[in-house]
């Protein structure tokens, strides 16, 4: 649901897009910190697999982002993570296109963005006060984490898709018909990694102090 | 780091996986008076049918002439006036998928009894008439074939899978050591 192929999105919203990119990617490489960078990897990797792994529903299919987590995580370093694996799977599989990578790690790493200036500080600043977060807190911020990555990418794609002139009543059904369910899903994976992750390895999140 | 792996388990356990990317086929058959049928399906790469997608024909002149949609199986079938289209499959969603059609030059439904007599009898055809209706014979035949091909062509070879996971762990280790090398310079930068 993420990969928009080329030729579907108009010109305006490709350089947009590509221009909202080149910015969050110069800011997100700016901090990439050394020892954030094997978990900014391994991360890069889950999402590019995940992606992999689809389930069809209605007349389309969905698949896991894990976005929410990654912002919930690497912060900022969440956008090198997307775009690297988008281009890739781009060269391998022929996700997506050239020209709309822009537009696509746009739709999927300004989500994570929001979630790391929102959710990190304050999962962070628990952390420092607690040590360790009751699994409650754990949970319903790895729920947040997860529905507010799919919730924002799906208004990012719908208005893409409806500010080229694709006609909005029809797309609308299909998108919410696909993209409610794996709103919850992903929100309920994203919270049992998270309340695993603060209580077995609470130094994955806070690996940095930035 | 035991996500990872779970995850790379799944994917190796995991015999059905498809991909992301919408894809339409298609291939037509010449019949009765100047029309053609037209066969296809619309899957996602891996072979899962998509079921209800519209699709629209547009003709060698760029008007779109006929819509429809397909099947519970993913396929849709129709009958149009012999031309060169280009199908496009649109799930609405922001996934796409084009295929193109030529017509073919001769009735080919009409052409396959005569075919099948031999050659020195069919005095009536001229040896230009004769390649035509070869040519429509080994183009309906071969449609399958071509089916096929794209098949093996989209299947996702697990080679290409690790391959890209190394290639993104190379591409954060080349990050690892543009930063570290740039390290003494910012420690001398501070002294």
């Known amino acids: 649901m993420a990969h928009i192929p080329d030729g579907v999105v108009s010109t305006p919203i490709l350089a947009l897009g590509a221009l909202g990119t080149a910015l969050a990617l110069s800011y997100g490489l700016k901090k990439l910190d050394s020892d954030k960078i094997p978990q900014t990897a391994m991360l890069s990797a889950v999402f590019f697999i995940s992606s992999l792994i689809t389930f069809p529903i209605g007349p389309s299919s969905i698949h896991l982002l894990f976005n929410g987590l990654m912002g919930l995580m690497l912060g900022w370093a969440a956008v090198p993570a997307i775009f690297i694996a988008l281009l890739l799977q781009l060269t391998f599989f022929g996700f997506g296109g050239l020209l709309v990578l822009g537009v696509n790690t746009f739709n999927i790493a300004f989500p994570a963005i929001v979630v790391a200036i929102i959710l990190r500080p304050y999962l962070l600043q628990k952390m420092a006060d607690d040590i360790i977060p009751s699994k409650r807190f754990a949970l319903t911020i790895g729920a947040l984490a997860g529905g507010i990555g799919i919730l924002l990418t799906t208004l990012l794609l719908s208005s893409s898709l409806v500010f080229s002139g694709q006609e909005f009543a029809p797309m609308l059904k299909v998108v919410l018909a696909t993209n409610i369910p794996l709103m919850f899903i992903e929100a309920t994976v994203t919270a049992f990694i998270v309340s695993f992750l603060v209580r077995t390895s609470p130094a994955t999140f806070n690996a940095v102090t930035s | ?191």
């Open chain 2, 1 to 191: 780091m035991r996500h990872f792996i779970l995850l790379i388990t799944l994917m190796l356990t995991c015999t059905q996986t498809q991909a992301h990317l919408l894809k339409v086929f298609a291939y037509s058959k010449n019949v009765e008076g100047n029309k053609q049928l037209i066969n296809g399906k619309v899957y996602f790469t891996g072979g899962e049918p998509v079921n209800g997608t519209p699709i629209t024909f547009t003709n060698s002149a760029g008007k779109a002439v006929h819509k429809t949609t397909t099947n519970d199986l993913g396929k849709f079938t129709v009958s149009l006036t012999r031309d060169n289209y280009k199908i496009v499959a649109d799930t609405q969603d922001g996934h796409k998928a084009i295929w193109h059609i030529k017509a073919q030059p001769n009735n080919g439904a009409n052409t396959t009894k005569n075919s099948l007599l031999p050659l020195g009898t069919s005095t009536d055809h001229s040896m230009g008439q004769l390649e035509q209706m070869i040519a429509a014979q080994i183009s309906e035949q071969i449609a399958p074939l071509t089916e096929q091909i794209i098949k093996l062509q989209e299947k996702r070879q697990l080679q290409d899978i690790i391959g890209a996971v190394g290639y993104i762990l190379g591409v954060f280790g080349l990050f690892l050591w543009f930063k570290q090398r740039h390290l003494p310079v910012s420690v001398k930068r501070r002294s």
